[in-house]
């Protein structure tokens, strides 16, 4: 046989195998989909919904546990065939789990999460907050970009406090956010402070909760006085107001 004729053969076996495998692949998916398409709708909806509070907490991983739980059951009703009484049996196990998270404290929740204990920081300064963490729509350009901190409104010159003991880990200046002033508070959390227009504090001084590390400005892509503040764990930014205390209260 011809290295050409080998070549066809060998195309035709290898597109014959990926169609019988794609097949058998179609017909597994049609039968534990069917599985959860026979149960009642409002069984389906809660399932889903579970398992996505489960996801939320972030605790899938863990070895035991609610979430652990309500996962494991939501994996088992899409792969297996359940009946509605094991449906009710579980939510009859569950309700009672449930009633613990009641006293769930958010706060402590997500921060324990960011910092590793349960941490409430101090208002770098004290103003309205104009923008908040996560997506808006960009104030100079069409579409959307992630605002990775919140604006904090004040008139400049407001001295801006540090909101967590720590040590000064950068002082800069950047296009976007003018003068900067970053605090590294160990455990990989830090803080970042912008549009600053005066920065009272050196890279390498140890700062104290309450310090004054500098004052507000406008500089950079602002387009008035404010100070855009953002909390980073392992480099990645978080939202501020999960670890502030309520807006009443000041630095």
Not at 24 to 39: D, I, M, T, V
């Amino acid at each position: 046989m011809s290295w050409r004729s080998d070549l066809r053969e060998r195309m035709r076996l290898t597109g014959s195998a990926g169609r019988t495998l794609g097949r058998r692949f179609r017909s597994g998916a049609q039968r534990e989909l069917g599985n959860l398409k026979a149960l009642p709708p409002w069984v389906r909806e809660t399932i889903v919904c579970l398992f996505i509070f489960a996801l939320l907490l972030g605790t899938s991983r863990a070895e035991k546990g609610l979430a652990l739980r309500v996962t494991d059951f939501a994996r088992t009703s899409v792969t297996t065939d359940i009946t509605l009484e094991e449906v009710k049996t579980f939510g009859k196990e569950l309700a009672g789990k449930l009633k613990d998270l009641a006293s769930l404290d958010l706060r402590n929740f997500w921060s324990r999460a960011a910092t590793g204990t349960p941490t409430e920081l101090a208002w770098p300064v004290t103003g309205e907050v104009t923008s908040y963490f996560g997506w808006r729509p960009n104030p100079d350009s069409p579409g959307m970009s992630l605002h990775q901190g919140i604006d904090i409104a004040v008139p400049k010159g407001t001295k801006v406090a540090v909101v967590l003991d720590g040590v000064v880990s950068s002082v800069r200046r950047s296009p976007e956010y003018g003068l900067v002033v970053e605090i590294d508070h160990g455990g990989g959390v830090s803080t970042v402070y912008g549009h600053l227009d005066e920065a009272l504090a050196q890279e390498g001084e140890t700062m104290n909760r309450g310090d004054y590390l500098g004052t507000v400005g406008d500089g950079g892509n602002a387009t008035g006085s404010h100070l855009h503040f953002e909390v980073r764990k392992d480099g990645i930014e978080v939202d501020p107001m999960t670890l502030l205390p309520p807006l009443v209260k000041g630095p």
